[in-house]
């Protein structure tokens, strides 16, 4: 039997041991930490819309109106009046035919892709995609085919020697541990030519980019047609919890008819499905926040190069500083703890090995002499020497 002890003290060793912390506070640039206040930069809340107080009247409402619990599944009992409006919100902010909202984003990633895969098809998917689009691969039991980072025509060649049944490209709209996008128009047009459905995981997009936030796929001027799927989470730009899924009609209904993750679990609340709808309202109307976000990462590019750091080719919120090794991100992370800020060290196997990092995110709640701070901070950071 394998020593579970020991295995954890490789990882302790190797600098890869991971302890949560305990918030005591309301999402926001100030967090209590363990007791303490820090300055927190690794929130997904991009918009700084997880405690606005009007999706927070909503949330109240919603639990006097609906309970606190939905009861059942969507196709038992669990379907609200809150969640049916919500799916048909989310297909017109989306320009989609229809959406179905799924409990987390890992359960709608797999359960799209188990949905439409299985034995004897391919599915294709980059190297740094999402470990639940990895995950959906494997227990879809379709033939999974990876492909280098953003390279199309590797992706090209594998697509060339597709040898039958359904091929299915996945990949994320915005990547979550480098910050950079991936090239949906030419995606977009290589799975055309080869007959080949286009899933793109917007997690990180929804609410951020795009027209009024619609995302990466909208950034790109790129429709249902050439996206066919279409998955995005509730809980980053919008504030809130859950996922959806979007596309047409025949897809829709089939993830209602066969999508395990869908069918088999207990709805969301309808409580968070009414905090959502606010929620989504408000990244329409409020642009002044994907404006002063769009501020705030150019304040921070322009002083961590100034600084020297090695950063990533991303214009998005996610701002990874690389370190390296797993050694190096984790002092330069309690480094920055001990002059009250929060900022994540992220180590393998989250990402690939030799290539640890800060992860710095940025949302519309922090101000500018907030991120002052933060770079006046990473200009004290010992660099050290990178093993």
């Known amino acids: 039997m394998k020593s579970l002890q020991s295995e954890l003290e490789r990882r302790r060793a190797e600098h890869l041991y991971r302890r949560r912390r305990v918030i005591g506070s309301p999402q926001g640039p100030l967090l209590q930490v363990d007791g303490v206040e820090l300055l927190s930069f690794c929130s997904n809340d991009y918009l700084g819309l997880a405690n606005h107080p009007d999706v927070i009247h909503a949330l109240q409402q919603g639990a006097l109106t609906y309970g606190a619990g939905s009861g059942s599944a969507h196709l038992v009992s669990g379907h609200s009046a809150a969640h049916h409006a919500l799916e048909e919100e989310l297909a017109e902010f989306t320009g989609r035919s229809r959406a179905l909202l799924y409990s987390t984003g890992y359960m709608a990633n797999q359960g799209v892709i188990t949905a439409l895969l299985g034995r004897g098809d391919t599915i294709y998917q980059d190297r740094l995609n999402h470990a639940s689009l990895i995950d959906g691969g494997l227990l879809s039991r379709a033939h999974l085919k990876r492909y280098p980072h ?190 009250g800020l929060l900022v994540t060290a992220i180590r393998p196997p989250t990402v690939p090995e030799g290539s640890a990092r800060l992860r710095v995110t940025l949302s519309a709640s922090h101000t500018v002499e907030q991120v002052d701070r933060l770079l006046d901070a990473l200009g004290r950071v010992d660099p050290g020497v990178n093993e």
């Open 150 to 339: 953003n390279d199309l025509s590797a992706l090209a060649g594998q697509l060339d020697n597709h040898s039958g049944g359904e091929a299915l490209v996945a990949v994320d709209g915005v990547f979550s541990m480098d910050g950079d996008l991936a090239p949906l128009p030419e995606l977009a047009n290589l799975c055309a030519d080869h007959a080949a459905w286009l899933l793109v995981d917007d997690a990180h997009g929804l609410g951020v980019l795009g027209q009024d936030g619609r995302g990466s796929v909208d950034h790109f001027g790129l429709e249902q047609a050439d996206v066919p799927i279409l998955m995005g989470t509730l809980g980053k730009a919008f504030g809130t919890f859950g996922a959806f899924v979007a596309g047409s009609e025949e897809l829709i209904e089939t993830l209602i008819q066969q999508s395990r993750s869908y069918l088999y679990t207990t709805a969301l609340p309808p409580a968070v499905a009414e905090a959502t709808r606010t929620s989504l309202r408000l990244v329409q109307n409020e642009s002044w926040r994907r404006d002063h976000l769009q501020q705030l990462i150019q304040q921070f590019r322009v002083g961590a190069e100034q600084l020297g750091l090695l950063l990533m080719a991303s214009e998005t919120a996610i701002q990874p500083i690389l370190a390296g090794s797993a050694e190096r991100a984790v002092r330069w992370s309690k480094s920055l703890e001990k002059e």
